[in-house]
């Protein structure tokens, strides 16, 4: 028993090399780019997520209005019609560059939703999709202002190391992300 504990300690007590590792700057800078540029993109698309919820629910609306006989076929075609174009002018991080964008397309499906719900006999039939699409209107309101704040940092963080960032020569684009927030407090 005790050669058996004896070899029992003695295999633990094995000589391991340890080894440093180090992270130069641009390493760090690299990873800290990398997390920006990941945390952006799920932002960005719990904001797109969004939109294309509330724009579901509005065509939801309209099924519910012709199903119900509320509005008729050429009032139904007009109002896809306006969907569509909506879907199509839909901003992207590129077209945010121009704030009006942002505001154009905001302002098309408010009009659109107020449209829809002052049909007269309407309110009944979408008490619940209005709801549904107040509740979105919050969400995505609130991924606006995070993406923003992400947005607002990395912007910093290119100003603050863009002589160092442009030696990485990784091919990535050093290019500040546009806020929704120029839009909202002009």
Partial sequence: MV????????????TTVHERTHFSRTDSLTDIYLVFQDTLLQSWNRVIRFEMDRQAALSMMIDRLQHATIIDNAQTEAYYANLNQIERIRFTQKSMTDPHVIEEYDKAYEE??????????????????????ESFDLFNAHYRQYYDSVAIEFNTFIKVNWSDLKELDSGVPLEQKPLFWTVNNR
């Fill in 112 to 133: 659109l939703l107020r449209q829809i719900t002052s049909v007269p006999g309407a309110s009944a039939q979408l008490e619940a999709t209005v709801e549904q699409i």
């Fill in 3 to 14: 050669a058996f504990v004896a070899f029992a300690t003695s295999c633990s007590s094995s």
